[in-house]
């Protein structure tokens, strides 16, 4: 099915024209006829789906062009809350529909100005219950509800905010859930907010014949960060990405390869807005070569064109394993996923390979240069101190 054939705005027909899009994915194609019908729908799409489009498109083809907010998205992170906003904004320029995206860490002001001309908020639901506190939003009007990645909310613990949004709204709604994985608290937070739900799972988008996975089982933990800087330089095409297991690491592995020549940029909960910003513009400019970033960071990213997904500190569960590797060979492309250990990542190694579906070989070291990793600065003596 291509985009001509759906019954929408010819504007939008002319701006999905303008982007080069054809052919719908599998989650556009089940999901937007229905969602169009104004049916409640929980849709299974990992990141890269298209599944924005799904809940996008026909979200600007129904909502009217005046000054009440008719459309509430609920995300997650904030990088995910200012990618689907930006995908609102520029498509529904041209339909005169304003948007506004609602996160922490910023000047809560400006929000507030642009509120009061929204018809679409996209929103973290603490930031969003700050407003709601402060009675600088008015609910009483949304017509549709999206929670996008229901399934990193519950991860992250912001389904009691859901709830208390959720209580704000009216009842008499469409609401639509996209999730990476249909989890049974997934299922019994669509039973009790929507009616009669309609559920499309789509296949996964990763090709796993295409998908090479290996590890590198480390003796010298000292020899880590060598090992991975010869890997970047001498056997990665494309972008990467390179996983750490928190935010002090993820800043100590991406300036250790900005100092080794690497254009590597790193994005992490910890980051003021500004530099998370920094980061992802980085990456659209294709100024970056590696994105250093942990779990939630990377979580709703729509990154393309990932050849090499590398696990610098090993996740603790397959699940987690498998939305980073997720990263690459997608849409026909090959990819790697390489992990990493030393003995600090064997218990979670152990654990990922629990999930017998997953393939992934033991591979021989290469020769590589060992070269320096500074762990941080001393500031007593005002240098800085390296583990090698």
Do not use: W
């Amino acid at each position: 099915m291509n985009f001509e054939q759906l019954n929408i705005n010819q504007k939008l027909k002319n701006k999905i024209n303008e982007f080069g899009f054809t052919k719908l994915t599998t989650i556009q194609e089940k999901g937007i006829p229905e969602i169009l019908k104004g049916k409640d729908v929980v849709g299974q799409a990992e990141t890269g789906s298209g599944k924005t489009f799904a809940f996008v498109l026909p979200i600007l083809n129904k909502i009217k062009k005046d000054s009440v907010i008719q459309v509430l998205v609920l995300t997650p992170t904030r990088e995910l809350c200012i990618q689907v906003a930006e995908v609102f904004k520029e498509f529904g320029k041209n339909l005169e529909i304003k948007t506004t995206s609602i996160f922490g860490g910023v000047n809560i002001s400006p929000q507030i100005k642009n509120i009061s001309n929204s018809q679409i908020i996209v929103a973290t639901p603490g930031r969003l219950l700050d407003h709601i506190n402060r009675r600088t939003v008015n609910l009483t009007n949304i017509e549709v509800l999206v929670l996008d990645e229901t399934d990193k909310m519950l991860e992250m613990g912001f389904i009691a905010d859901v709830e208390k949004i959720i209580d704000k709204i009216p009842r008499n709604r469409q609401t639509l859930m996209f999730s990476a994985t249909v989890s049974e608290d997934v299922y019994k937070i669509s039973k009790k907010h929507l009616r009669n739900s309609l559920i499309f799972r789509t296949k996964p988008f990763v090709d796993t014949n295409k998908l090479n996975q290996k590890y590198y089982d480390i003796y010298n933990e000292n020899d880590k960060f060598s090992l991975l800087l010869h890997l970047l330089k001498n056997s990665t095409s494309g972008l990467a990405i390179v996983f750490c297991g928190t935010r002090k690491e993820t800043d100590i592995v991406a300036k250790n390869l900005r100092q080794h020549g690497v254009n590597a940029s790193e994005i992490h909960g910890g980051m003021n807005q500004n530099k998370r910003l920094k980061s992802l513009n980085n990456l659209k400019c294709q100024k970056t070569d590696v994105l250093v970033a942990t779990d939630v960071a990377a979580r709703g990213l729509d990154i393309k064109d990932v050849s090499h997904v590398y696990n610098y500190d090993v996740p603790r569960t397959p699940k987690e394993y498998i939305h980073r590797i997720g990263r690459t060979a997608r849409a026909g492309k090959k990819g790697d996923a390489i992990t990493l250990l030393t003995s600090r990542d064997h218990d979670n190694f152990r654990r990922v390979q629990d999930d017998k579906k997953l393939i992934i070989e033991k591979a021989d070291f290469p020769l590589f240069e060992k070269v320096s990793f500074f762990r941080g600065y001393n500031m007593k003596r005002k240098r800085y101190y390296s583990h090698c």
